[in-house]
């Protein structure tokens, strides 16, 4: 007996005696609504419209609970509130719009098809076919003196990267697709001479990713031109065809940009060095290796102006050092000073330097004019010669520290370091700076690389306002 029907004047018996009467409820269906009911008014749900709204919340939570009976919870209590005796705000309550927000998305529904309809396995051909769990099994396990060969097609490809004179960036970025192309060849194809660069296999490794692993139509076009380099420039085959295509992709993603008040909220959450960095990327529109790898002879206070050397693509520019910054620029730097003099006088006080600008310049590393603006707090030795020096912040710590002060500010945006360099170029476009001026000061080869700022502007476009804004 439900503890209800010992109240006076409850509604709960012309409830029951409703719905055992419903037709339009099939009846194994009748005790589950009364049972919701039940929970629901148990749970303080009958007050008012918040307390429901924070019961089915609460049930939403829950990761075992089925959407259809998310619905059947509220179709029960829905059916409570027709009943004559009950407060106003059930009537005029949204019931289906509820349970309309539980509607689950089917294997097959256009979200979710690519991820939860798979198509066929990439096998070698044989006369015993294999089942996807066996081939993945497959997958995961080195084929005997796997190391050794994959080693030997890196170590090619490093020295053509290398003779080319390629980005450091460009080189992992390809060193990492050749090997898991090399362990995919040895695994999945069973091919064991990877001196011999095959076509096929290309394709194959390409209908792989978009396949099975289905990534992204930029990260297609990615490994297709690792494959192509390791084609072409290692293994010197000049008529090369895949017989791939990537991916059709749209027009670029635009670029997660702050408001002016929303940059402030971040700073004001982070302390020194990173948010006198994150100003420094934000107020000269630098890239984030870019404002790591600063040294001290690229700042002139007296032009005010920043130099930034080897950018993306090799490339050399420069941009205007923002005013405001420095007062608190020359606090930075005398203070590096003065612990750069006592590196010197203990017999330190070297900054990693490349081996050629060393030959060159043999006593630069214990300069003042060639130490990181924003040096690393400990030394550390070279990873190849064993050179004990001080290098630049690490990149993952300033990425952290942005992290968490964008998590304290509550911004909810996906906001990163290079969301600075983004918010630089679309506050500029918004005062009205040529779009011209705003390319040569991001580096940009083409100006439609810059023209993406001016989607995210407050005003896109002409300016037009939006139909709900107009009067």
Known sequence: MNSFLDEPDDPWNDFVTVLATDPSVPEKARPHLARWVSRWRHAGGEESATATMEFFEELGRSPTLQDWQFRQAVQGVERFSRLPSVPEWMRVFDWPGLADQAVALGREHRTLLRESVSVSIVAPDSETPESPDAIHQRDRIPVPGEAGMVAEVIDRLRRTIRQQNLAAATERTYVGWVRRFARFRLRRLREPDLDAFHSHSASAYLEFLALERQVSPATQRQALNALAFLGKS?????????????????????????????????????????????????????RQMEALRLR???????????????????????????????????????????????????????VHLTESL??????????????????????????????????????????????????????PKRASCHTFRHSFATHLLESGIDIRTIQSLLGHADVSTTMIYLHVMKRPGAGAPSPLDLP
């Open 234 to 286: 290692v293994q010197g085959i000049e008529d090369l065809n895949f017989g791939f295509t990537p991916a059709r992709d749209g027009s670029r993603r635009p670029p997660t940009v702050l408001t002016r008040e929303e940059v402030r909220s971040v700073l004001n959450e982070m302390e020194d060095p990173w948010k006198l960095m994150c100003e420094v990327i934000y107020g000269a529109g630098l």
């Open 296 to 350: 001290i002879k690229d700042l002139d206070f007296g032009q005010g102006t920043i130099t930034v050397h080897d950018g993306k693509g090799g490339k050399h520019r420069v941009v205007p050092l923002p005013r405001a910054l420095e007062p608190r620029l020359r606090a930075h730097l005398s203070f590096l000073r003065e612990r750069h003099l006592k590196d010197l006088e203990a017999g330190g006080g070297e």
């Open 358 to 411: 060393r030959r060159k310049y043999p006593n630069a590393p214990r300069q003042w004019a060639w130490q990181y603006v924003f040096p690393a707090a400990a030394l550390c030795p070279h990873p190849r010669t064993g050179r004990i020096a001080r290098h630049h912040l690490h990149e993952n710590s300033l990425q952290r520290q942005i992290k968490r002060a964008v998590e304290r500010a509550a911004i």
